[in-house]
């Protein structure tokens, strides 16, 4: 896949900074975009119904960018820095809370424009949960595991820490009882930070443990056969009735345990290149670590560009009649993230680098 690029918007990487990590959240950008594509749930018994079961498929291979996004948020944290408390705190909710309410209030007030939907309670709970459109939880999620790192830190420094690695599979385990027992997962599941919560903890875990030694191999092996199985897990679902959004989500027993296996091949990686001294040897990325500075930024603005083309122009791309649906999405993956860069580099120019990444993200 040919990754369009806009040298205006990269930012330039700094000095000592490792580009394998940035080139790593380059590409989880380009699977959350990729995720927010047209779905295949409209060709359910349609005249192309072979594109739901690819899109099945190919949510298992795309799962994993808000899992890596959390890990990412959490391995670089530092715990010299945190132990200020208040002060890392403060600066962690500026951080995140500036861009989010402001976005969350930019998406809640258009959807709303658009549908005429004026409650005030509702709008209040859209803004606050990031409800309005499908990704700003992530923001929300991340908010909660920030006041929490603290306890955590200190956690992982007592006898007990092996107790927290069991959160994340209790919450499943409810999320699956209510699922399938409702035939929909509850409202704002992903919102809250118990289905995500492992992925944050493995962060702080290897940033204060180190990571086990993992050869290459045999965390490609793993990502095979998570995927796989995972694969397996969605088709059952959808077989025996279960939601669909459900089993392509990322919050099943075959996504988390696939995220967990990228997370042990990104880490393999990063030991081999350390091990064979090819970090900072002048490698190429293709641009992917430009992506990845900017993709705080990417992350708000994509959606606004789905939000215009599905509510606003009524572009009829969701309708199950395109032929293949793999082409409909790479389409819409280059015609976005092209918009979101532009968006950016405009942005930059027009406010300043510094009052566009304070108050945007970008």
Not at 88 to 116: C, D, E, N
Not at 273 to 287: K, L
Request: charged residues 15%.
């Amino acid at each position: 896949m040919t990754t369009p690029t806009a040298p205006a918007t990269q930012r330039p990487a700094p000095s000592g900074r490792d580009t394998y990590w940035d080139a790593v959240r380059g590409l989880c950008i380009l699977g959350v975009i990729w995720t927010h594509t047209t779905t295949g749930i409209p060709y359910l018994d349609g005249p192309h119904a072979w594109n739901l079961d690819y899109w099945l498929a190919q949510r298992q291979l795309v799962n994993f960018p808000v899992a890596v996004f959390l890990f990412l948020a959490a391995y670089f944290v530092s715990p010299s820095k945190v132990a200020d408390g208040a002060a890392w705190l403060r600066s962690r909710a500026v951080r995140l809370g500036v861009p989010f309410l402001l976005w969350s209030t930019a998406y809640t007030l258009l959807i709303a424009t658009i549908s005429g939907a004026w409650n005030p309670r509702l709008l209040v709970r859209d803004v606050v949960l990031g409800a309005s459109v499908p990704h700003l939880y992530f923001i929300v999620v991340l908010l909660q595991l920030v006041l929490l790192t603290p306890l955590l830190l200190r956690a992982l420094e007592t006898r007990w820490r092996w107790a927290l690695w069991a959160v994340t599979p209790i919450y499943l385990v409810w999320l699956y009882v209510r699922t399938l027992a409702d035939g929909t997962p509850p409202s704002f599941s992903n919102t809250w930070l118990f289905g995500w919560f492992a992925f944050y903890l493995a962060g702080l875990w290897v940033r204060r443990h180190g990571a086990p030694s993992i050869r290459v191999p045999v965390a490609v092996g793993a990502v095979a056969v998570t995927v796989t199985a995972g694969v397996a897990e969605s088709f059952l679902l959808v077989r025996s009735g279960g939601d669909i959004g459900f089993a392509a989500g990322q919050l099943t027993v075959g996504s988390v345990l696939g995220a967990f296996a990228v997370i042990a091949l990104l880490l393999a990686l990063h030991q081999r290149r350390e091990r064979t001294g090819a970090a900072h040897d002048g490698e190429r990325w293709f641009g992917l670590d430009g992506l990845g500075r900017d993709s705080y930024g990417i992350y708000y603005v994509h959606l606004l560009w789905f939000v215009l083309a599905w509510r606003v122009l009524e572009v009829p791309f969701d309708d199950g009649q395109v032929p293949v649906l793999p082409a409909l999405q790479l389409v819409e993956l280059a015609v976005v993230l092209a918009l979101s860069l532009l968006a950016i580099a405009a942005t930059r120019r027009l406010i300043g680098r510094r009052a566009a990444t304070r108050f945007l993200g970008f």
